[in-house]
């Protein structure tokens, strides 16, 4: 099991190696072969009506005049030694992880990151709980219930929430529950759980609801998937014969199969919920790291990709190490000796 | 996207590249305040459609409250030496006090320069050389610390080092007479700057230019000026603790999500005769949603979009049509101009006959439609906007109807000798509906006498860089027609007109101008640079519009508009002339 697990990380990092590169390489050696200039980059990043010169300082400032591989071996270094930064008035150590300063507002990237992990893990967590408890709680009942007006129902909800893009139902709901009605936040309310438990769930309910009816119409699909299929098995026969609780049947013996596909999905899910955090958080104007993948993207803040980036990787790589090490959980066949 | 709200300038190391203006965006992005149905408080102010343009919405002078402002894009930097939108220069006179300011006033009123950390306006030597600025007593830093002369002549040392402060104009830099090599107050620490600035006592500050300039009062009114106390000055981490001279201080600031201020103690107002300073707490949201920012103005939980873009497109639809939210909008003109360069390096665009063809053939009408309409600008037959000096109509190709003149212009085409018209193409910027409707009209119109246009739509980010801007690409793909747009960095015509004029500054890429070429329009802007009467000044400006119109190298299509929306619960609600949005110094909140 160490073994494994020790594999699994050094893969891990490897993994991340090679998103790096080719991250980096998307930002700072593709334009270059296309003929981008330093000071094309750092064109970017200077205010308008600048002169030649102060883009010329600029470029100079971002190491742009740099062979790539030079600036890629910068970065790195910060990322385990940590690196110096000059911000006029003095220099000022960034501490590893650095994962560098904002091309744009100077900010060191690895601080900001973490903050705004905050709002994406409380969103992602919310959600996921949304979409999971009532993702799988409507696919069981739908399997039970094949063909009652509750399936055709609860499917067609679900078919509408993987079709529906979360800027489309999570703007009509804000319309309607936040600015209409009044019974949710408007956009942008954000308070840390640490401060008001109550507030935080409530400047949540809404973006939580929107993320997570999109993934739960997957889950209640598969779900339902699933159980049809175990509720059919001999050993659910066996079960009942032997005269257990309908409910034991259900939970203990048809759920609990069914479950190695949803744990799968899930794993994948949670660490790709960068994705929908993009568009919730976006929606929201919430400042997770969904928006800062955004806004970094949109601004060219190359720091600040590569910071998200790197993370974002993080997260699907741990996810999945997560999710494995979970089926040996679920499902006793896969157990490790 | 970081709107690019204003696209630039050039602002170069001459002094007349230094007096930047900018394109803006026709595509009129999100929006601005607005205000209660029937709630306008007490005071009972009446919800009219443009009751802020040209004069004040609900004035009162009762403090208290919070105002509650929101932005879709982040500021490029809080610090009053590294910012250069429009609505970063309007917002800083909250926190930090120039030597001089435009007035908080509604209208025309609001273009009035005014002294504010100096007693009176800049006092020129002869040959507007040397410039002299006197500063009230009593004026104090956030933390209690009497601001000295010293301050300013620190805090346009430290703005001078571009490496540190890209952002920000480049003005003072190409203005004054710096020493040679000189490197900012971060490189060059010891340097002796007294060939540029002085500070012969602690209330007295000296500019000296390399070159006369009569308008530097319009630069020190910039944020540059603010004093920055050298011992707290943290070079590019200066914005996360700004040291406030203004009524208000910073309390907690977040770069990238937000801040608050709160009442600066330490600003007396009996030093300065210009803020109100209404409003008890100022809280600011960045980079909110745009359609989310519009739906929370019309909701109220939002009182001021702060990019002062006005009412995004996606939310028009909904405010337009409503009587009620229709009333609560104002939609002044702006200093900006649409307009289309006519290119004579492109033949037969060389003949004055043939582009006149072009300008007596286009239909204004459609043009105005294309625009918006209505809300999107007013028609334009000059290139100075109405509520800049030296604004006049020139009405040399009149049409019935606006519609255009088929006849003159069949007469020009074969006086230029294509009497059957001729084929050129159309450049406009890909991402903007309005200059996309604007070529399809003129493809339109010219089209019906013989003027065969193709549309050539290119990315707006590369528009001035590599295509519609750089002379060899419009030479070689035969751009004969260009869609522009102009606005003025500040309320006067030379801000406006200089940098789109003077073929002096036309580079080998990223300019703003190549249709206008003339060497006696150079010629007349030299002499109105050395003018120092004002209105002999509009009068020379009058006679360069009325040139480039009668040649037509370009030609106006509108003088532009924008739509905001008053916010909710608002009190001295106006747009000034000046800052072309609403005026963040004089605000309040009902009480």
Redesign the interface.
């Known amino acids: 099991m160490v073994t494994y697990i020790i594999r699994r990380v050094i893969g891990a990092l490897a993994m991340l190696l090679i998103v790096s590169i080719v991250t980096f390489g998307i930002f700072f050696l593709v334009p270059r072969l296309a003929g981008a200039t330093p000071e094309a980059f750092a064109a970017r ?10 883009i010329k ?2 470029a ?2 971002l190491g742009f005049y740099d062979p790539v591989i030079v600036q890629y071996g910068r970065f790195l270094k910060g990322i385990v030694l940590g690196t110096e930064y ?5 220099v ?1 150590h960034c501490p590893a992880p650095c994962f560098g300063y904002s091309f ?4 060191p990237v690895w601080p ?1 990151l973490m903050d705004r992990s905050r709002v994406t893990l409380s969103l992602g967590i919310g959600a996921a709980v949304l979409w999971l408890l009532g993702g799988v709680a409507t696919g069981v009942l739908s399997a039970l219930r094949r063909g009652s007006f509750f399936d055709r129902a609860a499917m067609g909800i679900a078919l509408a929430g993987v079709s529906l893009p979360i800027f489309f139902t999570g ?1 009509i709901s ?2 309607v529950f ?2 209409g009605l009044g019974w949710t936040a ?3 309310a954000w308070v840390d759980v640490t401060i008001d438990p109550l507030q935080w769930a409530y400047n949540l309910l809404l973006p939580w609801i929107t993320l997570a009816l999109l993934f739960a119409a997957t889950y209640a699909r598969l779900t339902r998937a699933g159980m049809l299929e175990t509720m059919g098995e001999d050993y659910i026969r066996t079960a009942r014969a032997k005269g257990l609780l309908e409910r034991r049947v259900v939970v203990k013996h048809g759920l609990r199969a069914a479950l190695t596909p949803i744990v799968t999905v899930f794993g994948l899910d949670f660490g790709l919920l960068l994705g929908g955090a993009v568009l919730t958080e ?4 919430l ?1 997770g790291l969904g ?2 993948s955004v ?1 970094a993207i ?2 060219n803040d190359l720091p600040a990709v590569m910071g998200v980036t790197l993370l974002a990787a993080l997260f699907v790589v741990v996810a999945n190490l997560v999710v494995d090490l979970l089926y040996a959980v679920v499902d006793p066949r896969v157990r490790l000796s | 996207m970081r709107r690019k709200a204003l696209t630039t300038a050039t602002a170069g190391l001459t002094l007349a590249m230094a007096l930047a203006a900018c394109a803006g965006t026709p595509t009129q992005t999100p929006g601005q305040g607005q205000s209660a149905p029937a709630s306008s408080g007490a005071s009972g102010a009446a919800e009219v459609a443009d009751a802020a343009v040209g004069k004040i919405y609900n004035p009162s002078d009762k403090k208290g409250g919070t105002l509650k402002m929101a932005n879709t894009a982040d500021w490029d930097s809080l610090d009053p030496g590294n910012t250069y939108y429009g609505y970063a220069l309007n917002f800083a006179r909250l926190y930090g006090r120039s030597l001089l300011m435009f007035k908080s006033a509604p209208g025309p009123d609001g273009n009035t320069l005014v002294p504010d950390l100096a007693e009176s306006l800049g006092k020129s030597s002869d040959d507007a050389k040397t410039w002299t600025y006197k500063l009230r007593s009593g004026i104090k830093f956030e933390d209690g610390t009497p601001v000295t002369s010293k301050d300013v002549a620190y805090a346009v040392a430290r703005q001078f080092d571009k490496e540190v402060h890209p952002n920000g104009p480049s003005y003072l830099n190409a203005l004054l007479d710096w020493p040679k090599g000189y490197k900012g107050a971060y490189k060059s620490k010891d340097a002796d700057i007294s060939s540029a600035v002085e500070t012969p006592d602690d209330s007295t500050i000296v500019f000296h230019l390399k070159e006369p300039f009569g308008l530097f009062d319009y630069i020190v009114q910039m944020p540059m000026t603010m004093p920055v106390p050298k011992d707290k000055d943290t070079g590019t981490k200066y914005q996360e603790h700004i040291i406030s001279t203004g009524p208000y201080k910073f309390e907690k600031n977040e770069i990238g999500k937000g801040f608050t201020m709160v009442r600066n103690e330490n600003w007396d107002p009996a030093t300065d005769p210009n803020r109100p300073a209404l409003p008890d707490r100022i809280e600011v949201q960045t980079g909110v949603n745009a359609d989310d920012l519009d739906n929370r103005l019309i909701s109220g939980d939002v009182q001021i979009a702060v990019d002062g873009l006005g009412i995004g497109n996606a939310a028009l639809p909904k405010v337009l049509p409503d009587p009620a939210l229709k009333a609560r909008t104002d939609n002044p003109v702006q200093q900006r101009t649409w307009y289309t360069s006519i290119i004579p390096d492109v033949p037969p665009l060389d003949n004055v006959e043939c582009r006149r063809a072009i300008a007596f053939a286009a239909d204004r009408s459609s043009l105005f439609r294309a625009y918006g309409g209505e809300t999107g600008g007013i028609t334009a037959s000059a290139m100075i906007p109405p509520s800049l000096a030296g604004h006049k109509e020139i009405d040399l190709y009149k049409s019935p109807d606006d519609k255009g003149d088929v006849e003159k212009a069949k007469a020009a085409l074969a006086k230029c000798g294509q009497p059957n018209g001729f084929e050129t193409n159309i450049s406009y910027r890909t991402e903007r509906t309005k200059e996309k409707a604007a070529a399809e009209s003129l493809q339109q119109s010219l089209a019906r006498v013989g003027i065969k246009l193709t549309l050539k739509p290119y990315p707006q980010d590369d528009y001035f860089a590599l295509y519609a801007g750089k002379p060899s690409y419009v030479k070689e793909n035969k751009i004969g027609l260009a869609i522009n747009g102009w606005g003025s960095d500040y309320p006067d015509t030379y801000g406006f007109m200089q940098a789109i004029m003077d073929s002096r500054d036309i580079r080998e890429a990223g300019n703003y101008n190549l249709s206008v070429k003339f060497p006696e329009i150079d010629k007349i802007i030299d002499q109105i640079k050395a003018e120092p009467d004002a209105a002999k000044r509009a009068e020379l400006w009058s006679q360069i519009d009325h040139m480039v119109i009668d040649q037509a190298v370009v030609m106006p299509s509108v003088y532009g508009k924008a739509l905001y929306m008053r916010g909710k619960g608002l009190t001295n609600v106006f747009i000034s002339d000046s800052q072309q949005m609403y005026d963040y110094v004089g605000l309040g909140v009902q009480q």
Do not use: C, H, W
Not at chain 1, 45 to 54: E, F, H, K, L
Not at chain 1, 86 to 90: D, K, L, P, Q, V
Not at chain 1, 282 to 285: D, E, K, L
């Open positions: 990043y200077v205010g308008r009506g600048a002169s030649m010169d102060t300082l600029v100079e400032r000059n911000t006029g008035a003095g000022e744009i507002n100077q900010q900001s703007m804000l319309s936040s600015y408007p956009g942008g976006t929606t929201f104007s400042n928006k800062f806004d949109k601004n």
